[in-house]
């Protein structure tokens, strides 16, 4: 047998090993990086928790609703049934009805981010006027076309009013194509924003 001929007889094996490169290949990269001491993911539906409208960040509004959604979506699933959760929709809709939440909210917002604690004055009584204890922030780090692949990373805080401090903070990332070969192409935002979020909100309950 030539070499020609070898090397012919060779290519659709290897091709054939290839082919299941070609599905969606999305990597979650999701961490925790802080927990403070005493506090348990748990006591937040029991206290109370509120998530906040997603920042934007380096997102666009769109994303950033869409980013929304999903938190809610999958928190509903941990805490069905057990106390008070208020949806970034349900926060929105009542910043838009209520001056002193909007005016509280204007202060907070452009402080959701990893290198901010600012604006956390406005914390207290933004959570005091809707009940709750505890509020869920996110900003959208990062969502773009990163070494050829959609990346979104998702920063996320939570604030306990009552104590007046970041009790846990976490990163939901995913990271992906939609093709990995044949040739590679980047998945949409909408492939791999769900890997983020559900990521993220398992890092917080730790599985």
Known sequence: MTLKSLTRNLVFPILLLLLPSCADSINNLSKESYMADGFSPLSL????????????????????????????????????GHGILLAASQVDQRIGKDNTLASLWKEMAPHISAHSVRGMEAARSFARILGVRFLFETQIQMAEIAGGAEQVR??????????????????????????????????????????????????????
């Open 45 to 80: 539906t029991r206290d109370g928790v509120a998530i906040t409208p997603t920042a934007a960040g380096s997102g666009t509004a769109r994303e950033a609703v869409a980013i929304g959604a999903l938190l809610n979506a999958e928190m509903k699933k941990r805490t069905t």
């Open 154 to 207: 998702v920063y996320a805080r939570i604030y306990d009013t009552r104590k007046d401090r970041i009790v846990w903070e976490g990163i939901g990332e995913g990271r992906g194509y939609e093709k990995i070969v044949f040739p590679s192409s980047p998945a949409t935002f909408g492939v791999v924003a769900p890997v983020a979020v559900r990521g993220l909100v398992d890092s917080l309950y730790g599985h």
